[in-house]
């Protein structure tokens, strides 16, 4: 009998926490203390924390700032795009990608994403093009990542500036190159649910050299307008030396899930990355079958009950309105991934094997109750 029902929850503690416990983040919060730095406008933690993302990322700048809804404007702004110009994005998206195009005084233009990705779709991007088009913003959503070697063919042939939004997939590996690194510039998140976490935050990456210098002008005030603080640098630092290692933990545990919900044809996952890149998950997405007659409320509500993490996925821009932005085509797996997709939370993949095992039980337990219904 499912949770929802009255049965026992397969978890009844429920999800795991997140942030961990981490020893390594708990001493630098007290060194913190201890050294002053946590108060101050200009340490040493904040420096350190950009020396390392620059590093990581193989990029000659890093620039960190308040969030990662941030980053993205501060971004678009430091490419020196014209006024009124047209900024490309997919129609399922984060809707501060949306709102950020706005608040530079851009049109965004919407595209429909690869059904199997949730990414923007290489083949609708082109038609979008037009005399207007001088940027278009890349998102790696959920584990899926964005054709960025044939995005940047395109742009390069075309003239467009490309903003790379590697904020669900930071430490993903695209044909050799961290997440990040191949557009104009790279936007990362540190927001409270994030895989580095700061509860805000966000960076912003390049390795141009007149890019890294706007970034500055953009945020300068007097003093840095974004800030990130001495405090959340200090907790991101040990952080991105286990990324890695992480990341690979999550892999391993989505492959598994992979394989133990092989049979749940009602649920269509996230396509794997191919032979030469690898992904990271925020969040592991599955496409409800429209035809199956399963509500997603309904099965999100009685998957949480069950004590697993599972929520909608993005409202998606399909349905916003023509004065708003320019639609190419009819936006049809846009369309469906806001309405059907369901997304699994990533801290329950750093742990094992049986407990991705119960998660796998909890998805078909409901599945099937909710299919005889």
């Known amino acids: 009998m499912p949770a929802a029902l009255g049965g026992s929850p397969v978890f009844p503690t429920g999800p795991p926490a997140w942030p961990m416990e981490e020893p390594a983040v708990r001493e630098a919060?007290?060194?913190?203390?201890?050294?002053?730095?946590?108060?101050?406008?200009?340490?040493?933690?904040?420096?350190?924390?950009?020396?390392?993302l620059a590093e990581y990322h193989g990029v000659s700048s890093a620039a960190t700032c308040a969030s990662g809804t941030i980053a993205v404007e501060i971004a678009l702004r430091a490419l020196n795009l014209p006024e009124q110009c047209e900024v490309i994005l997919a129609a399922y998206d984060f809707a501060g990608n949306f709102r950020a195009i706005q608040a530079i005084g851009a049109r965004p233009v919407l595209v429909d994403i690869d059904p199997t990705t949730w990414c923007i779709d290489l083949n609708q991007l082109e038609q979008a093009i037009n005399s207007s088009t001088k940027a278009v913003i890349v998102s790696h959503l959920h584990g899926g990542l964005a054709n960025m070697p044939g995005i940047m063919q395109l742009?390069?042939?075309?003239?467009?500036?490309?903003?790379?939004?590697?904020?669900?997939?930071?430490g993903a590996m695209l044909d050799?190159?961290?997440?990040?690194?191949?557009?104009?510039?790279?936007?990362?998140?540190f927001g409270g649910s994030k895989l580095l976490t700061a509860g805000r935050g966000g960076a912003v990456i390049t390795d141009a050299a007149d890019v890294a210098q706007r970034i500055k002008v953009v945020c300068e005030r007097g003093n840095h307008a974004y800030p990130l603080s001495e405090?959340?640098?200090?907790?991101?630092?040990p952080q991105l030396e286990t990324l890695d290692e992480r990341n690979k933990q999550r892999n391993l545990s989505v492959d598994l899930l992979r394989t133990q919900l092989d049979e749940v044809c009602e649920l269509k996952p996230i396509a794997k990355a191919n032979d030469s890149s690898s992904t990271t998950f925020y969040k592991f997405a599955w496409l409800l079958d429209s035809e199956c007659g399963i509500d997603r409320a309904k099965l999100c509500d009685w998957l949480r009950a069950e004590g697993v993490a599972i929520d909608p996925g993005f409202r998606g821009f399909a349905k916003r309105p023509d004065k708003w932005c320019r639609k190419v085509g009819d936006l049809r797996y846009s369309r469906a991934a806001a309405e059907k997709t369901v997304l699994l939370h990533h801290p329950v993949l750093l742990q094992d094997e049986e407990t991705i095992g119960k998660v796998a039980i909890a998805i078909k337990r409901v599945i099937s109750h909710l299919m005889k219904k």
């Open 155 to 170: 742009a390069a042939k075309h003239g467009l500036k490309v903003v790379e939004d590697a904020c669900q997939v930071p």
């Open 176 to 189: 050799g190159k961290k997440a990040g690194t191949t557009g104009d510039v790279g936007v990362f998140s």
């Open 231 to 237: 405090l959340q640098a200090a907790v991101l630092n």
């Open 29 to 52: 919060l007290l060194q913190s203390y201890q050294d002053g730095s946590w108060g101050k406008y200009h340490g040493q933690q904040v420096d350190q924390l950009e020396s390392k």
